[in-house]
């Protein structure tokens, strides 16, 4: 232990009385600190990501909101788009439970009618549609996928604006069909398919992907178009409900249409 110490003072003696030891003591000491606050910083901004993915979640539920009400000003000019009124906001949510490998799929996300989902809302994602709402509770809601037989979602073809209906043949989750496209429509391979915007459910051009292969229904004679989703169907995360102002005016005049007056 004497000698410890004493080596531990002849060496404090000798680095104060020699500039290089010096320096290369310090070099040496902000090196190994460095390092430790580096791998101290790579911990921390681990366990922040669950943080930052929420903010840009919202920056990007923003965004999208400011989007879809931009493209509303392409249409005539109405008074609420005058005024400057938000015709479409968006909920940000995130996926708990997602099915791909059934005839019909569905998602389970963890918002629901306190956050103001309710049944019929389309659901997205940054690069594209995801599904439509089917049932809510006070806090959840499970989702049609676009990987659902029964899912039906009205489609283009983006430069041509051709029309045709989306659905899912449960034989592949990368792909789904467009069918009832018409033989005079001018379309190629990689051409991109967008919705349509016929419905208030989705508004139009959100993206859903690019023509595969293209087949001759030989009943119809129409085309039906393989589509290679934008979407990695197995694999999501944060999703987007769209809620149309526009919507509920809609299925309200639809009901007072359809309800026999007494």
Do not use: C
Request: proline share 2%; hydrophobic share 40%; aromatic share 8%.
């Amino acid at each position: 232990m004497l000698f410890l110490l004493l080596l531990g003072i002849s060496l404090s003696f000798t680095i104060q009385a020699h500039s290089y030891h010096k320096s290369k003591i310090i070099s040496s000491a902000n090196f190994f600190t460095g390092g430790v606050y580096e791998r101290l910083n790579a911990i921390n901004e681990y366990f922040s990501l669950r943080a930052q993915n929420d903010e840009l979640a919202l920056e990007n539920a923003r965004l999208k909101s400011l989007l879809f009400n931009t493209q509303d000003t392409i249409k005539p000019p109405q008074i609420d788009t005058i005024k400057g009124v938000k015709k479409i906001n968006i909920i940000v949510s995130k996926v708990i439970k997602n099915s791909f490998n059934m005839p019909q799929n569905y998602l389970t996300i963890n918002s629901g009618e306190k956050q103001g989902v309710a049944t019929d809302m389309g659901v997205v994602n940054n690069l594209g549609i995801i599904g439509i709402v089917e049932k809510t509770s006070a806090n959840y809601a499970t989702i049609q996928s676009i990987l659902n037989k029964k899912s039906k979602i009205s489609a283009k073809i983006k430069k041509s604006n051709h029309f045709g209906t989306l659905q899912w043949d449960a034989k592949n989750a990368g792909y789904v069909q467009l069918i009832d496209v018409p033989r005079l429509a001018a379309i190629h391979k990689g051409d991109t398919i967008v919705t349509s915007g016929e419905s208030e459910i989705f508004p139009a051009n959100i993206g859903v992907g690019t023509i595969d292969k293209i087949y001759i229904d030989n009943q119809t004679q129409y085309y039906t178009l393989s589509i290679r989703l934008f979407n990695d169907m197995t694999n999501l995360g944060h999703v987007y409900i769209i809620k149309s102002k526009e919507r509920e005016e809609v299925l309200q005049l639809e009901t007072e249409t359809e309800t026999p007056k007494k």
